[in-house]
């Protein structure tokens, strides 16, 4: 085998390498990807099934409902609006202290049979002021909030209500 010959050898069996680990690191991030979708995003465009993604948004006045699994743990189910659309979500566990009714919620999980949201983690907002920034997008793009005009609306109302 000539010289020229051996280090084009050793060049192609390198990028065959560096291929192969960059379609293996494209596919382990592929993976862990976590993207965040609104109830308006979800009724235009409907997640795959197994796929997990955060939902976000308020927390529906009223729509709070607590019980408990067959193991004892709590079970809690309630409503994520946007202003537009609206998911059912159900989660077994303990909710954050400070999460309430009409407050900005981000939940981590995928969509379960019957069109609903079955988390894994709920996230809620940490001060009077906060809301995640996913959340406040959101409500921008669906019309139910101006950042200018002060603080987020209550879940329940509609825009110009």
Known sequence: ???????????????LGLGTATALTLTAFQDNLVFFRSPS??????P?????????????????TRGSTPEGRP???F???DGRSTVGVQ?????????????GVV???QMGPGGVFMAREVLARHDENYMPPEVAEALRRSGHWNPASGTAPP??????A
């Not at 085998?1 to 060049?11: N, Q, S, V």
């Not at 879940?155 to 110009?160: F, L, N, T």
């Open 91 to 103: 989660y077994a566990g303990v909710l954050p202290d400070l999460f309430r009714e009409g407050q």
């Open 41 to 46: 995003d979800i009724a235009a465009e409907p």
């Open 1 to 15: 085998m000539t010289r020229k010959r051996r280090r084009l050898t050793i060049l192609l069996l390198c990028a």
């Open 107 to 109: 939940t981590l999980g």
């Open 75 to 77: 079970s809690i189910a």
């Open 48 to 64: 795959p099934p197994g796929r997990a993604f955060r939902l976000g948004g308020l927390v529906e006045e009223g729509s709070v």
């Open 155 to 160: 879940a329940g109302g509609r825009p110009g």
């Open 79 to 81: 409503r994520v609006t």
